[in-house]
């Protein structure tokens, strides 16, 4: 599976921005989707995965409610809307896949994941 994400750009505190995760995959019921970041001088943190299959979502405490991860069947592209941005959410931000049989229960751990897109800036200024 390749993965492509896309998106990324400075934006003010308090804006919206969308990403998009372009999948080489036509079809995403065999996978779980995730969304991860990593700021500068700091580890890879979780930010939201889904599971199609169930419709199950999950996100990190600190971007609950602020940002939703969506699949766009018509783009074939797992998206994350993030509204209401924060300079905290400055970092790359980089989509991955896993294959749905490794289970939901580990969906924001990082290791779990096999494919990795190349990750896309996001910059919240001030």
């Known amino acids: 599976v390749q993965l492509q994400a896309s998106g990324g750009g400075l934006v003010q505190t308090g804006g919206p921005l969308r990403l998009s995760c372009a999948s080489s995959?036509?079809?995403?019921?065999?996978?779980?989707m995730g969304w991860f970041r990593q700021a500068p001088g700091k580890e890879r943190e979780f930010v939201a995965a889904?599971?199609?299959?169930?419709?199950?979502?999950y996100y990190a405490d600190s971007v609950k409610g602020r940002f939703t991860i969506s699949i766009d069947t018509a783009k074939n592209t797992v998206d994350l809307q993030m509204n209401n941005l924060k300079p905290d959410d400055t970092a790359i931000y980089y989509c991955a896949a896993k294959q749905r049989r490794k289970g939901w229960d580990y969906a924001s751990r990082g290791s779990s994941y096999d494919y990795w897109g190349q990750g896309t800036l996001v910059t919240v200024s001030s």
């Open positions: 889904l599971r199609w299959i169930g419709n199950l979502s």
């Open positions: 995959r036509a079809t995403f019921n065999n996978y779980i």
